[in-house]
Each structure stands twice: as structure tokens, then as C-alpha cells.
């Protein structure tokens, strides 16, 4: 669409803006028929916008149809490379949205920052979500990165707590898991753990999202999730084998970052997990010093817990029974319980057990984090030597090879014990 030059293009353009701006098709349709050539195509030359991207400020968009039949390029461009569809996801106008998707409006355009129409989407509300249904249901690219190498799908996770859907939507269609910002090093799955978004990250990781990655501050996601105290998220990263042992520039373990919270499971559980109790970052404090200073004495007790079973372990002969395998072999459980289950009662018996070989068959086959050695001494833990079964449910619960402290049922909520009423008194 060209831009309007001459005098009497500007006269009659602006009268043609001013007629869409107030609804007006019959005068506009006779402004055309007796105007400049092609007026409706014309764009003004302040910011270059057309009459379709006026059109589509108007939530309802009444004007879109008759601008449509008048010969208006659905795809026209602004100044700053913004199509009216672009204009429309913007301002969460999904009406005029939807009736430029159904003139077969291009959802792959970008403009001059180089994001596509998904960037003006992302908002948590569901206006801008129907805005972004439309958009993803007519072909916009779910990987499209702006100028800067920033890709759509980070900026979703960055907004994880409001526009779950939306992350979710574009893992589905094929976002990449590891999309990563190239300044920062920050990815698509901190910035979930930084929201606690529980759904999102779960489908990073079965996507193939990388748990260990680090950003320019040599951060993982383990570190922001123990930031916001996020056990849920701790539980899952586990299950995906995440490093404990992984420490940031101000060498802080994702321990001193759960201790800076005083969440007292986070620092149970990372403790448990393999991060070092007695690692000092650069201001000479473990993450206890950290939780003693800050006055947090419920955190601090489970860390002083913690290292007094270390201490005693760490002893000449001691054996420890919670090794580190078994615990990532627990969380990892956990995790795929549902699907574990649904495959072991297609090979129970009637009496809800299974044979031994099917049930090691299963463990490799959705390749269980443990090797041949590890395999055969669980199965040895598990198996009833007189029949030679194994008890799937015992093994989901992880009690036979670990401690009650160390099971995934010790962070459920305690219940209630209901009290006893007072027995009435006899007359």
C-alpha cells in the first residue's frame, strides 16, 4: 500500500479515517467511488497505518467487513511493520481478530523488532488468549524469535502465572523446550520455576527441556524454584535427575536460596536431594548461617537434622540406606506413577502382583534412572521369594528402599486427628 503524497490524497484520506472512525460505510463507500485512485489503499504519512488498522481499535470491529469488501489488503503494514492483525492480538480485540483470520490474513507477517503477531498476545487475560487461540489455529510460528533473539515462548513463561494455557498451547504445537534468551542465558523453563508454574515445566522437561542449563549468572532452574519456594517444583526437577550440586556466581547452592525464604521442606528436601549442607558461598555463610541469621529457626532446625545424619553416616563402616540413587529412583517414580501403574495392571495377576521379569521389563523400557546393578537390587527388595511377585504398590511407595523421611508421602499435610467428645457424665 502506498503512502499518500499529494495534497488531495490527504484531504480525502483523512475523510475516509474519519468516516471508519465513526462508522460510516455508505459515506465511505462514496468517498471511494468518487476519490483519488485507489484511496482505501492509501496510508498516512505520520505513522503509516491504514484504514484496516483504525478499524480493528474499535472492539467489535464493524467497520473490518466493509473495509474487506472495499479491496483493503488485510496484511497492510504501518510504519513500524504492524499489520492490523498485529493491532488487533495488541489491544485484545479478538472480534475484528477473527474476522481478519477469516479474510485469510497472514499470521506469519513480523514487523521491524521482528515479532510475529503470538508477541502481542501474550497477556494474561482471555481476550488476549481468544486473541492468541485465533492467531495459533491460522498458522503463526510458535518459534519466532524477535530482533534481539528473544523467542515467543520465553516471553510466555516470563507471564507462566497468568498464561499457563498459552505456554502450553505453544509447547504442543512444536515451541522449542531449551528456547533461551541470548543476553541473559535465562530459558523458557527458569522462568516457569521463577512463576512456580508446575503444568508448564512438567511439559518442558517431557518435551526434552535441558534441567541443568545455566544463565550468565551460572543460575539453573533448581535455584529459582528454591527461590520462591516452590516444593512442587523441587520434586518434579528431581525426578527429571537435576543437579543439586549445581552453585551460582555468588557460589549459593539452591540450598542458601531456600534458606533466604526460610522454607523450611525446600531445605529438607534439597538436602536430602545431595546439596552440599556444609557449602560455603562467598560470604563464608552455609546456607544454616543464612537461615540462623535471618531468624528462620524452622529451616534452620531441618538443615541441623540433616547434618547430624550426615555426620553419622559419613563415619568409617556406616552404611548409609538412602543412597542417591535409590532417592532419584523414588522421585522419578513418583512422577511417572500414573503411567507405571497403568503398565503394571496390564501384566498383574489376579491378586494384583506381577512377575518379576515384567517388572524390570517396564523399569527399562521407560528407562528408569538406575542401571543393571541398581535394578536387579531392587527388584531383589521387592520380590516375594516363594512366588517369585512383586508387589507394584509397595514399590511406587519407595518404603522398601528408603527411609520414611526420604519418601515423597513424608511432604503430603499431616491430618487432623479428629478429637474425642467428652463422654457425658452419669446421673
Not at 340 to 367: H, S, Y
Not at 397 to 421: D, I, N, T, W
Amino acid at each position: 500500500m502506498a503512502m499518500a503524497t499529494e495534497l488531495l490524497e490527504f484531504v480525502q484520506l483523512y475523510k475516509a479515517l474519519q468516516f471508519v472512525r465513526q462508522k460510516d460505510a455508505a459515506q465511505l463507500e462514496k468517498l471511494i467511488k468518487f476519490g483519488v485512485p485507489n484511496l482505501i489503499q492509501l496510508r498516512e504519512p505520520c505513522n503509516g497505518a491504514g484504514a484496516m488498522h483504525l478499524a480493528v481499535e474499535d472492539y467489535c470491529g464493524i467497520m473490518c467487513k466493509p473495509l474487506l469488501k472495499f479491496g483493503v489488503d488485510p496484511d497492510t503494514q504501518d510504519a513500524k511493520g504492524y499489520t492490523p492483525a498485529m493491532k488487533a492480538a495488541q489491544l485484545g480485540h479478538d472480534l475484528p481478530l477473527e474476522i481478519l483470520a477469516k479474510a485469510k490474513a497472514d499470521m506469519t507477517v513480523i514487523n521491524k523488532e521482528g515479532k510475529g503477531i503470538l508477541f502481542y498476545c501474550i497477556y494474561p487475560n482471555n481476550r488476549h488468549l481468544r486473541c492468541f487461540n485465533i492467531a495459533l489455529d491460522n498458522g503463526a510460528d510458535v518459534n519466532n524469535s524477535s530482533s534481539e533473539g528473544i523467542p515467543v515462548l520465553l516471553m510466555a513463561c516470563e507471564l507462566a502465572w497468568g498464561c499457563k494455557d498459552m505456554c502450553l498451547r505453544l509447547l504442543d504445537k512444536g515451541a522449542n523446550p531449551n528456547a533461551v534468551h541470548p543476553a541473559t542465558g535465562l530459558t523458557a523453563l527458569m522462568e516457569a520455576a521463577r512463576n512456580g508454574a508446575v503444568e508448564v515445566i512438567r511439559v518442558i522437561l517431557e518435551k526434552g527441556g535441558n534441567v541443568n542449563m545455566i544463565d550468565q549468572k551460572q543460575r539453573a532452574a533448581i535455584h529459582f524454584a528454591a527461590r520462591g519456594g516452590y516444593l512442587e517444583v523441587l520434586k518434579l526437577l528431581s525426578a527429571y535427575n537435576a543437579d543439586m550440586s549445581i552453585f551460582d556466581k555468588e557460589e549459593n547452592t539452591a540450598l542458601h536460596h531456600a534458606a533466604i525464604g526460610g522454607f523450611a521442606n525446600c531445605c529438607k528436601f534439597l538436602g536430602q536431594r545431595g546439596c552440599n549442607l556444609n557449602w560455603k558461598n562467598r560470604k563464608f555463610q552455609t546456607a544454616r548461617d543464612i537461615a540462623k541469621k535471618s531468624g528462620f529457626k524452622a529451616a534452620g532446625k531441618e538443615m541441623r537434622k540433616l547434618m547430624s545424619r550426615l555426620e553419622k553416616y559419613s563415619k568409617p563402616g556406616a552404611k548409609n540406606p538412602n543412597p542417591s540413587w535409590a532417592i532419584t529412583l523414588h522421585d522419578w517414580t513418583f512422577e511417572h506413577q500414573k503411567a507405571l501403574r497403568e503398565l503394571f495392571q496390564k501384566v498383574a495377576r489376579d491378586d494384583g502382583n506381577i512377575d518379576e521379569e515384567n517388572f524390570t521389563t517396564i523399569l527399562k523400557m521407560k528407562k528408569a534412572p538406575i542401571n543393571e546393578e541398581q535394578l536387579e537390587t531392587i527388584s531383589k527388595l521387592h520380590v516375594k521369594s516363594k512366588v517369585n511377585t512383586i508387589n507394584p504398590e509397595e514399590f511406587l511407595q519407595g518404603s522398601k528402599y528408603l527411609e520414611k523421611e526420604f519418601l515423597m508421602a513424608a511432604y503430603e499435610p499431616k491430618k487432623e486427628r479428629k478429637k474425642k467428645g467428652k463422654k457425658a457424665k452419669k446421673k
